[in-house]
């Protein structure tokens, strides 16, 4: 009986909530705070029905409130043929410790709903996408103060686009509607930037270790980012952006990109904007002339490598491959891509992984500046543009007179520039991303009882929500 209990598969929560366990272990939190910190605190399922090519269908669809102590809570909605209560509530915990890390000010939450969107056209997800939305209304699961959503594996902009409108015309009163949700379109109140964060993320994240010699070092590893071998799982939103900025911009060479259906390999790199472009045609991999198709896409995650990104799905490295990885560092940036027993092994073999619930974080960061673009009524950037162009000309000028030389022109442009909003967006991300990453470090440096970076994080993340509910106290 016992015997059968240990060899039972964790779900994605209990995996999440072992993790937080041992953060928690190290701060010594007692035992009622800790509860209040891990527990979901309310959670939505609702069932509704819509009509389909003249058929009546029903959808379940789930939004979980992990916290908060911090309004709203966020976090996004996926569309997906396999989603359940579990992994929603996983996901929603794991929102509430990624704000904290990256000091974004709010709670976490997440939503699911049960649907394969392949099959419907954009107008059956349009009258889905309405349904759902005017569900969470009525629940009181979707307000600009309270609760705001954002895209996920399977929604982006076009399904926030709707979700905003659906609100807008429950509740024509309300002047912020707009931020009644993020990860809308640029045109209906969306900010700059926002469809690339969670992958600019990534590459901030990388950049910012590959900077500091000691993380490198620690590591097992060497010299700068340039030329290091790295394999993708997942061409998504996040994997493409990570890995599209990461080698156009740092020179990362992608030996391996994972799909479902299969791998490509190339070891002299593949180049990631076609084999999205590719993708987006077929639907595959399959046929892509720029590497070497094979249907074993499993085995892409053992590959020998310098960097691996699991940027897909969660429980991909698991007891059953955790021995056979080869790469000295481990980019988390799906969300829970290792198990809590594959952790383990992991950092036995020293192998170092930087967390999901960092890793990820750029998406949830900009998000933040979207919401506050949205309360402000106004584009970051409108006011100052022009007036830091006017500044640059005056001390270019001030410059040539001074010295009787001229500016060469192709350094004039960077000082005139004024920023723009894409310019502030990627500015605070980077930041955010920077900070978090320095503070992570030096909690892990600095504590004996710390031995890897999820813990860390974790520490970091509890210590912060653990203040908050102690200074607050629980009513
Ligand atoms: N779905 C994203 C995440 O898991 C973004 C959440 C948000 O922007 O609120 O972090």
């Not at 809570?73 to 794991?94: F, W």
């Not at 520490?459 to 106290?473: F, M, T």
Request: neutral net charge; glycine residues 8%; contains cysteine.
């Amino acid at each position: 009986m016992n015997q059968n209990k240990k060899n039972k598969k964790l779900s994605f929560n209990q995996n999440v909530e072992r993790m937080v366990e041992k953060a928690m272990k190290v701060l010594e939190i007692d035992p009622g705070t800790a509860a209040a910190i891990q527990s979901c605190n309310s959670i939505l399922q609702v069932k509704f029905p819509v009509k389909i090519r003249g058929q009546i269908e029903m959808f379940t669809g789930w939004r979980a409130v992990h916290s908060n102590h911090r309004l709203p809570s966020k976090g996004g909605i996926r569309y997906a043929p396999v989603v359940n209560q579990d992994e929603v509530e996983a996901l929603a915990a794991l929102m509430t410790y990624k704000c904290a890390i990256v000091d974004v000010p709010f709670g976490g939450s997440k939503g699911g709903l049960l649907i394969d969107p392949s099959k419907y056209s954009r107008d059956e997800l349009q009258q889905i996408t309405r349904r759902f939305t005017l569900e969470l209304c009525r629940k009181g699961f979707l307000s600009p103060f309270y609760r705001v959503p954002a895209p996920d594996m399977g929604t982006g902009q076009r399904e926030m686009a709707w979700i905003a409108d659906t609100y807008k015309h429950l509740f024509p009163e309300d002047i912020n509607y707009t931020a009644c949700v993020t990860g809308k379109p640029v045109e209906h109140g969306g900010i700059r930037g926002r469809v690339e964060a969670t992958g600019r993320g990534v590459q901030y994240v990388v950049q910012e270790f590959f900077r500091n010699e000691d993380a490198v070092k620690r590591a097992g590893m060497s010299g700068g980012l340039d030329c290091k071998r790295a394999v993708i799982q997942g061409l998504g939103n996040v994997g493409f952006h990570a890995a599209k900025f990461l080698s156009e911009e740092n020179g990362v060479k992608f030996i391996c990109v994972i799909d479902w259906d299969g791998k490509v390999t190339n070891s002299d790199g593949i180049n990631i904007q076609d084999l999205r472009n590719h993708w987006i045609k077929h639907k595959t991999f399959r046929g892509f002339s720029g590497g070497v198709f094979d249907e074993d896409s499993v085995s892409g995650l053992e590959m020998d490598c310098d960097l691996l990104i699991p940027a897909a799905l969660e429980s991909q490295i698991t007891i059953e491959n955790a021995d056979r990885i080869k790469a000295k560092l481990i980019v988390e940036a799906a969300n829970g891509p290792v198990t809590y027993e594959a952790d383990k092994i992991l950092l036995k073999k020293n192998v170092t992984i930087l967390p999901d619930v960092y890793v990820n974080a750029g998406g949830v960061i900009v998000s933040y500046f979207e919401w506050i673009r949205n309360l402000s009524h106004i584009r970051f950037g409108r006011m100052q543009r022009r007036y830091e162009e006017v500044r640059g000309n005056s001390y270019l000028n001030a410059l040539e007179t001074l010295t009787g030389k001229t500016v060469p022109e192709h350094f004039k442009n960077d000082v005139v520039r004024g920023a723009d909003e894409l310019d502030l967006v990627r500015s605070g991300l980077d930041d955010s991303m920077r900070n978090a990453f320095n503070e992570i470090f030096t909690t892990l440096r600095d504590d004996d009882r710390i031995e890897d970076y999820r813990t860390a994080a974790f520490v970091i993340a509890i210590r912060k929500i653990s203040r908050s509910y102690l200074d607050l106290g629980i009513y």
